[in-house]
């Protein structure tokens, strides 16, 4: 039952992250980082190897639930370094319209919250599977 709830929350975020990928964008013609478009590219294309890497998960099949919770933690390690970039942007340039950079962190914040969902359910299932009571 959670890796189903897991399974629908990773779709969910997803592809949400890749239609709404334009509050990224617009954020990021703001800023006066570099690095800030990679990291949004890679947090984008993470949470889709997810997303397909979810879909592999066989019922009784420990490696595709450990993977894709995997998957979702380093994704939501990539959220944070965005993340982090737009809050010292706002910090930092004094003439940055800050009200769609805030949305775009928020946005992230709402994604690497379902992906934290999602991951923990997935171990929580692991843990229960493979713990000393069902042995």
């Known amino acids: 039952m959670k890796s189903k709830i897991a399974k629908g929350l990773i779709a969910v975020s997803s592809l949400a992250h890749l239609i709404f990928a334009g509050i990224h964008v617009k954020a990021l013609l703001l800023l006066e980082n570099e690095i800030c478009g990679f990291l949004m590219f890679l947090f984008i294309l993470f949470g889709l190897v997810t997303l397909f890497e979810m879909t592999r998960i066989r019922e009784g099949q420990l490696s595709g639930q450990a993977l894709t919770a995997a998957f979702c933690f380093v994704t939501i390690g990539f959220g ?4 982090s970039i737009y809050r010292q942007a706002i910090a930092a340039q004094k003439a940055l ?3 769609m950079v805030t949305k775009a962190a928020g946005f992230s914040f709402l994604l690497m919250a379902a992906y934290a969902l999602a991951g923990g359910l997935l171990v929580l299932e692991l843990v229960k599977r493979d713990g000393p009571a069902a042995r």
């Not at 944070?80 to 993340?83: A, I, S, V, Y």
């Open 80 to 83: 944070f370094g965005l993340t």
């Open 97 to 99: 319209e800050t009200a």
